[in-house]
């Protein structure tokens, strides 16, 4: 979508600079009936009806979206470089009304000012100058009476004077959208920053207890909507406060964070693990039965006891888990309060310990809480 926005601000402002060119012509036409031209009507006719075509071939590059092959999708050094050098061409057959070809640079300068960078910039006004120098060169080479040294001299002072502001001007014009383009990347940067802070817990990078909510009330209503099937694992870290008491609050951290880490490379894609809170997980294992999930809880429990951490003796590092699968249509407060029971039953059995619910196992229903 963002790009399609791009695509037809570039086409709107192409076709405002055309419609310009194509204003040019009329008035091209006029001051060769009115004789500011050296060469016939139509001879002027064919010039600046060519200067408009080739201008409108970009508008159509444009319009068909062969643009986005180029570097500069706008095509905004090519517009410029074309028209520049139409109205060169121009300034060699008019006379006294050249100096308003001095105007159509400006425009063209103008056009480009918020477009290009600084070294565009700098390039256009010195190809602008050279052009410029070189028509008059032509006029002089080829009608030494139309020009006055002196004349020409402090015009051209005068018209460097003021591409070097639009030079000038460029340069702030560019400060300011780098500035802005640093600020947006650091404003999008922050939104995305809250937005993680919203759904995921600080510590531990898994989703947080009020996104785990959200997702559940999710594969509920797909649970209801079809056949489909998902299972909920509550995990308990073993013995996590005497961690705490003994290698203190930072240590603990690294044990969650461990684990977190752990659930996040046994799980798929498409599953979603949560931190409740203190040393308690949940994962919803989606399109799973009760012992496929086991299978996983069983991973995660051979995994971590496996783990060790530098500077500290622990005891064996052991988890306990409750398994209960959606039975269609109780509620989420009722799904987690059965897998809560079943997490119990299994640290009631002496910890490090798995408890699945028997499948087909009848589930009451409260129609106030669904």
């Known amino acids: 979508m963002q790009q399609l926005q791009k695509q037809a601000l570039r086409l709107r402002r192409a076709i405002l600079a055309n419609l310009g060119l194509f204003l040019n012509v009329f008035l091209c036409l006029l001051a060769a009936q009115l004789g ?17 075509l080739g ?6 590059v444009i319009y068909f979206s062969k643009n986005l092959t180029f570097q500069d999708a706008s095509l905004t050094l090519l517009q410029m470089l074309w028209v520049i050098i139409g109205l060169s061409l121009l300034m060699t057959v008019m006379q006294e009304i050249r100096p308003l070809v001095l105007m159509g640079y400006l425009l063209v300068m103008l056009f480009g000012t918020f477009r290009m960078g600084l070294k565009e910039i700098y390039a256009v006004t010195a190809f602008t100058l050279v052009c410029y120098l070189t028509s008059l060169c032509v006029i002089y080479l080829q009608r030494p009476v139309d020009i006055q040294v002196t004349q020409e001299f402090f015009i051209f002072c005068g018209f460097a004077f003021v591409l070097t502001g639009f030079v000038f001007m460029a340069m702030e014009f560019n400060y300011l959208r780098n500035n802005l383009g640093q600020r947006h990347r650091e404003l999008k940067g922050a ?5 993680d802070l919203a759904i995921k817990d600080e510590l531990t990078g898994l989703y947080n207890r009020r996104h785990l909510l959200e997702m559940l009330v999710q594969q509920r209503a797909l649970a209801n909507r079809s056949q489909y099937r998902f299972v909920v694992c509550y995990l308990d870290l073993d013995h996590f406060k005497k961690v705490n008491d003994q290698y203190g609050h930072p240590f603990g951290d690294r044990v969650l964070t461990a684990f977190a880490r752990l659930i996040d490379a046994s799980l798929r894609e498409v599953d979603i693990g949560a931190r409740m809170g203190g040393e308690e997980f949940v994962l919803i294992l989606t399109d799973t039965d009760l012992n496929a999930a086991y299978g996983v809880c069983q991973r995660i429990q051979e995994k971590w006891s496996e783990q060790s951490f530098s500077g500290a003796q622990l005891p064996p590092l052991t988890l306990s888990a409750g398994i ?11 799904l987690l309060e059965r897998a809560d029971k079943l997490l119990y039953q299994a640290k009631n059995s002496g910890r490090n310990c798995i408890v699945m619910e028997q499948p087909g196992a009848q589930v009451p229903f409260n129609f106030e809480e669904a």
Request: charge should be negative; aromatic fraction near 12%.
């Open 55 to 60: 201008h409108l071939c970009l508008v159509l």
């Open 191 to 195: 939104l995305a920053r809250i937005s």
């Open 36 to 52: 500011y031209f050296i060469i016939d009507a139509q001879l002027v006719f064919l010039l600046v009806t060519g200067m408009w």
């Open 324 to 334: 209960a699968e959606f039975n269609v249509p109780e509620s989420v407060g009722l």
